[in-house]
């Protein structure tokens, strides 16, 4: 029988990690510690979607590549997906640093109009153009690190404005690619200088002119909120996430960062897609998370940049059985591009295996952002969105860092990056 002719063949990968077989519900437990792993793997890929995963043996005798990619002595995994970044922002807070290593805490920080808030006027003052440039730049930097697809928060705006320019940078840099990107609202990331002792005036804002406005332009998938002691509260945190929803927009959580105030718990009752961060959630609160399907996104980028003694305990979140997915925490205060190092930081500081934080940064990070029907996974029917690393063994993720360790990205089935350098 005549082999049927296909676009691209990726061959003699020397390990093919496919995480599959979790595309309908998130891996859990025990099943995050075996994302599988063929050798001498080969996938084909046509018009952008995989057609065959498998031995090279097996994938030849049924298909010929127009273009072959030797991947020998390489492993080869999904796109990376990052599913917590704080993608848009202009400027930078490196004076920051020597404050935090002489003691400042980032409340501390925030309270000092610093942190968040000097970002929000930098964000102000870039012009719709400088920051579509510089947000421009970032989305190759991530793409050249492994990544292809990223949930991209606004939330340095903080008026409706603002917001909606950020978004709107989100979605044309999306619609230009190679990165995809997933927008989320985050206008309740901060209370604005001008609100700070108005806290419920802001709420009511953002849920009865901000929310219906961004949803009905369709910037946004997610809606988000920064739940934390003396910045939004539970009850505010709740009227947020239901406005959205009534809106349309899926809630996400920053839960239990600094203080355990009951964001796990909150993530549950209100059906959210996913509670990140979580470094002080409660018992309960997890084992809510669970029944209610709710994903642990986990940032261990957060604390090392926090300077905090405490991470998230992974171990513990695991065994209860929520599915965990890894994410960079993308911000000026969190500058971190590369899922590589958060995998890295996974082993290293949450005693997650390479398998697991390979598992949390594909295939449950697509859950965490809803695209698991189309990426995440190397199987038939997905998008081929497919990074080559330039290691023998996939525990190089997590036991290597600090370099660059991919060859190759494949995006939509097109070569995007080639020894390293992007070639879009
Ligand atoms: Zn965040």
Same mark, same amino acid.
């Given at each position: 029988m005549a082999r049927k002719k296909v676009g691209l063949i990726i061959l003699h990968?020397?390990?093919?990690?496919?995480?599959?077989?979790?595309?309908h519900t998130p891996a859990v437990g025990s099943d995050m510690d075996d994302p599988e792993v063929l050798d001498d793997g080969a996938v084909a890929v046509d018009d952008g979607t995989i057609v065959a995963v498998g031995r090279t043996g097996e994938v030849l005798a049924e298909h010929s590549g127009t273009v072959n990619i030797d991947a020998s002595n390489r492993i080869v995994t999904p796109g990376f997906i990052d599913p917590?970044?704080?993608?848009v922002f202009a400027g930078?807070?490196?004076?920051?640093l020597e404050l935090k290593i002489k003691g400042a805490g980032y409340l501390e920080i925030l309270q000092r109009g610093g942190g968040i808030l000097h970002t929000v006027h930098d964000t102000r003052a870039a012009s719709k153009i400088q920051l579509f440039q510089t947000c421009k730049k970032r989305s190759e930097n991530i793409l050249l690190h492994g990544t292809t697809t990223i949930e991209a928060k606004s939330g340095y705006g903080l008026t409706l404005e603002d917001e909606i320019k950020s978004l709107e940078i989100i979605k044309q840099i999306d619609e230009q690619g190679p990165l995809s990107l997933v927008p989320t609202f985050l206008g309740a990331h901060a209370i604005p200088s001008e609100y700070q002792i108005r806290t419920s005036e802001y709420v009511n804002q953002i849920c009865d002119d901000w929310i219906p406005e961004v949803a009905g332009r369709g910037l946004a998938r997610f809606c988000d909120v920064f739940c934390e002691k003396g910045v939004f509260e539970i009850a505010d945190s709740r009227r947020i996430l239901e406005s959205g929803k009534r809106a349309g927009l899926l809630p996400k959580i920053h839960a239990?960062?600094?203080?355990?105030? +009951?964001g796990a718990e909150l993530a549950a009752e209100v059906g959210a897609v996913s509670a990140d961060h @979580?470094? $002080?959630?409660s018992d309960a609160g997890l084992e809510q998370m669970k029944q209610a399907g709710v994903i642990a996104t986990l940032l261990p980028a957060a604390p090392l940049t926090l300077m905090l003694d405490r991470y998230a305990d992974a171990r513990k979140i695991i065994a209860h059985e929520v599915p965990v997915a890894l994410g960079s925490?993308?911000?000026?205060?969190?500058?971190?591009?590369?899922q590589q190092l958060v995998i890295a930081l996974a082993c290293?500081?949450?005693?997650?295996t390479p398998a697991e934080a390979i598992i949390a940064a594909t295939i449950n990070a697509a859950h965490a952002i809803r695209k698991a029907h189309e990426i995440g996974s190397i199987e038939? +029917?997905?998008?081929?969105?497919l990074t080559v690393f330039d290691?023998?063994?996939?525990?190089? @993720?997590? $036991?290597?860092?600090?370099?660059?360790?991919?060859?190759r990205v494949v995006k939509n089935g097109k070569v995007v990056v080639e020894n390293g350098r992007l070639i879009a």
């Open positions: 990968a020397k390990q093919l990690v496919t995480a599959r077989g979790h595309s917590h970044t704080h993608f930078s807070r490196e004076t920051e239990d960062e600094l203080y355990p105030l +009951g @979580l470094l $002080y959630a925490d993308l911000s000026p205060s969190c500058w971190l591009e590369n290293y500081k949450l005693k997650m038939v +029917g997905k998008k081929a969105d290691v023998p063994d996939f525990r190089f @993720l997590g $036991y290597r860092f600090g370099t660059n360790m991919v060859d």
